[in-house]
T-cell receptor, first 114, second 114 residues
Framework: DTGVSQDPRHKITKRGQNVTFRCDPI?????LYWYRQTLGQGPEFLTY????????KSRLLSDRFSAERPKGSFSTLEIQRTEQGDSAMYLC????????????FGQGTRLTVV | AQSVTQPDIHITVSEGASLELRCNYS??????LFWYVQSPGQGLQLLLK??????LVQGIKGFEAEFKRSQSSFNLRKPSVHWSDAAEYFC????????????FGTGTKLQVIP
């Protein structure tokens, strides 16, 4: 297992366009998290899944954001009508609950909205 | 309010010198505690974690951290810093129970000078 992988690593998009990111967690992990990190800040929680169920969403996740994990394996995060303020690093993490609370992070997707 | 505080935004140390990065948390109960490291443009790597038991925990890359309940602190230390340790360091907490997410501090950027 190569760990958590995210695709793409970098995305540049024009304001108003839609973008979608993919996260493949560690295969046996049942919990998957999305975080957003802006320059000079720590990662901020966006949402998490337990298997295919989305159990919590942050207030940071506006209605332009949607996340799915249809089969309890990979997850997608879509941002509609992107704004310049969406420019950030989007990090995915996975863990095995409840046995292990340690979250393993992917390398992130860097989004730049121009 | 619940929070994780890293009071030092930026620290510079000489190679070979000792290092201590501070972390304080503000929660009603003792959370699970973590230190992560992030190199530029990369995801986060777990250095060490504290769940219970011995309050001095050893991590990877020669790092250690000490949990002090009376001070609500979990400071990260290394006896001798190497140039490759230059990165950003994040303290994080996981509460468990109904709070199934890791919350991060704002990070401390470490610069190592020859």
């Amino acid at each position: 297992d190569t760990g958590v992988s995210q695709d793409p690593r970098h995305k540049i998009t024009k304001r108003g366009q839609n973008v979608t990111f993919r996260c493949d967690p560690i295969s046996e992990h049942n919990r998957l998290y999305w975080y957003r990190q802006t320059l000079g800040q720590g990662p901020e929680f966006l949402t998490y899944f337990q298997n295919e169920a989305q159990l919590e969403k942050s207030r940071l996740l506006s209605d332009r954001f949607s996340a799915e994990r249809p089969k309890g394996s990979f997850s997608t995060l879509e941002i509609q009508r992107t704004e310049q303020g969406d420019s950030a690093m989007y990090l995915c993490a996975s863990s095995l609950a409840p046995q292990n609370t340690e979250a393993f992070f992917g390398q992130g997707t860097r989004l730049t909205v121009v | 309010a619940q929070s994780v505080t890293q009071p030092d935004i930026h620290i510079t140390v000489s190679e070979g010198a000792s290092l201590e990065l501070r972390c304080n948390y503000s929660y009603g109960a003792t959370p699970y505690l973590f230190w992560y490291v992030q190199s530029p443009g990369q995801g986060l790597q777990l250095l060490l974690k504290y769940f219970s038991g011995d309050t001095l925990v050893q991590g990877i890359k020669g790092f250690e951290a000490e949990f002090k309940r009376s001070q609500s602190s979990f400071n990260l230390r290394k006896p001798s810093v190497h140039w490759s340790d230059a990165a950003e360091y994040f303290c994080a907490v996981f509460l468990g129970g109904g709070y199934q997410k890791v919350t991060f501090g704002t990070g401390t950027k470490l610069q190592v000078i020859p």
